[in-house]
Nanobody, 115 residues
Framework: EVQLVESGGGLVQPGGSLRLSCSAS????????IYWLRQAPGKELEWVST????????YYTNSVKGRFTASRDRAKNKMYLELTSLKPEDTATYYC????????RGQGTQVIVSS
């Protein structure tokens, strides 16, 4: 069974950092493009980042460039999203997904940025 499980969210003050993890089962993460998405309260699902299957190239939406870093660990079949310099507007539930629309995604992990 194909499954994605996110973890690592929490409450953090503005300017703080978190590392989100995405564990995969039923398929090999590095064999596919994998996406990070987020959904803020009352808003639509938003694309945040992509790691390409070939070469592991990373792409980011403009609002997180220079602050978020996506990476992957082939041996552990996991990927990560390092969040730094967090802002209140980064508050959202974060998902890893096999497609950019989020049709196949995990249950999400909540990030709250607040003082």
């Amino acid at each position: 069974e194909v499954q994605l499980v996110e973890s690592g969210g929490g409450l953090v003050q503005p300017g703080g950092s978190l590392r989100l993890s995405c564990s995969a089962s039923g398929f090999v993460l590095v064999s596919e493009n994998i996406y990070w998405l987020r959904q803020a309260p009352g808003k639509e699902l938003e694309w945040v980042s992509t790691i390409s299957s070939v070469g592991g190239f990373t792409y980011y939406t403009n609002s997180v460039k220079g602050r978020f870093t996506a990476s992957r660990d082939r041996a552990k079949n996991k990927m990560y999203l390092e969040l730094t310099s967090l802002k209140p507007e980064d508050t959202a539930t974060y998902y890893c997904a096999k497609d950019r629309t989020g049709t196949m995604r995990g249950q999400g992990t909540q990030v709250i940025v607040s003082s």
